[in-house]
C-alpha cells in the first residue's frame, strides 16, 4: 500500500464540469504539493500548502494535516486541464523528501 | 524568472553506452533534485543536494549512475554502462532549501531510450 494514495485513479469530465481528486496519506506529512504533469511534460508545481486552502485561478487546494487529507478542485475544466494530478508531501524528515502519491490522471472533454 | 534548465532533452543510446545530463537550477536556490520517472510510474529520488554537498543518495545505483554539482550551482548526471531498465525522464528540480514552506520547481526532464 502506496503512504501517498490519491482517488480517482482516472477521471473523465464533460468540459465545464466540477472536478475534485483527492489525496489521503497514511504518514505524517509536514506539507503538501499538488503537480501537473502533461503527456511528454515536465512537472509543474501548482500549489504547495501545509494548511487551509489557496486558490489560483480556477484551481482550489485544501488540506487537513491532521485527518491526512488534501483535495484539488477543478471549477469551470477545460479540455487543457488534461493531464497527470499528483499530491507529493514533505515526510519531515532531515532532508524534506517529497514522497509521491500514485497520480490522477484526468481527461477533460470539449 | 528563468526555471530550471535541463539539456539535452531527448536521447537514444544503446545499451552499455554512456550517456550525461546537466541541470541548471533557479538562481540562488541551495537543494537540487534528481528523479527518474518510469513511464506510468511516480518519479523516484535518485539524488539530492545541498548546495555541493549530497544529503541524500540512498536509491542511486552507484554502479552506473554518478552525479556532481561543482560549485553549488549547475548538476551533471550520469549513466555508465547503460541498461534498458534506465529508459526513463530524468528530472531535475530545485528549491531554496529543504524546508517544508519551500516550493520544489521541476524542470522539463530529459528523455533516454535505451534500445
Known amino acids: 500500500k502506496n503512504e501517498v494514495e490519491q482517488s480517482p485513479q482516472n477521471l473523465t469530465a464533460q468540459e465545464g464540469e466540477f472536478i475534485t481528486i483527492n489525496c489521503s496519506y497514511s504518514?505524517?506529512?509536514?506539507?503538501l504539493h499538488w503537480l501537473q504533469q502533461h503527456p511528454g511534460g515536465g512537472i509543474v508545481s501548482l500549489f504547495m500548502l501545509s494548511s487551509g486552502k489557496k486558490k489560483h485561478g480556477r484551481l482550489i487546494a485544501t488540506i487537513n494535516i491532521q485527518e491526512k487529507h488534501s483535495s484539488l478542485h477543478i471549477t469551470a475544466s477545460h479540455p487543457r486541464d488534461s493531464a497527470v494530478y499528483i499530491c507529493a508531501g514533505f515526510d519531515g524528515g532531515a532532508t524534506n523528501k517529497l514522497i509521491f502519491g500514485t497520480g490522477t490522471l484526468l481527461a477533460v472533454q470539449p | 524568472e528563468a526555471g530550471v534548465a535541463q539539456s539535452p532533452r531527448y536521447k537514444i543510446i544503446e545499451k552499455r553506452q554512456s550517456v550525461a545530463f546537466w541541470c541548471n537550477p533557479i538562481s540562488g536556490h541551495a537543494t537540487l533534485y534528481w528523479y527518474q520517472q518510469i513511464l506510468g510510474q511516480g518519479p523516484k529520488l535518485l539524488i539530492q543536494f545541498q548546495n555541493n554537498g549530497v544529503v541524500d543518495d540512498s536509491q542511486l545505483p552507484k554502479d552506473r549512475f554518478s552525479a556532481e554539482r561543482l560549485k553549488g550551482v549547475d548538476s551533471t548526471l550520469k549513466i555508465q554502462p547503460a541498461k534498458l531498465e534506465d529508459s526513463a525522464v530524468y528530472l531535475c528540480?530545485?528549491?531554496?532549501?529543504?524546508?517544508?514552506?519551500?516550493?520544489?520547481?521541476f524542470g522539463e526532464g530529459s528523455w533516454l531510450t535505451v534500445v
Open positions: 528540480a530545485s528549491s531554496l532549501g529543504v524546508l517544508a514552506g519551500n516550493t520544489i520547481y
Open positions: 504518514v505524517g506529512i509536514s506539507a
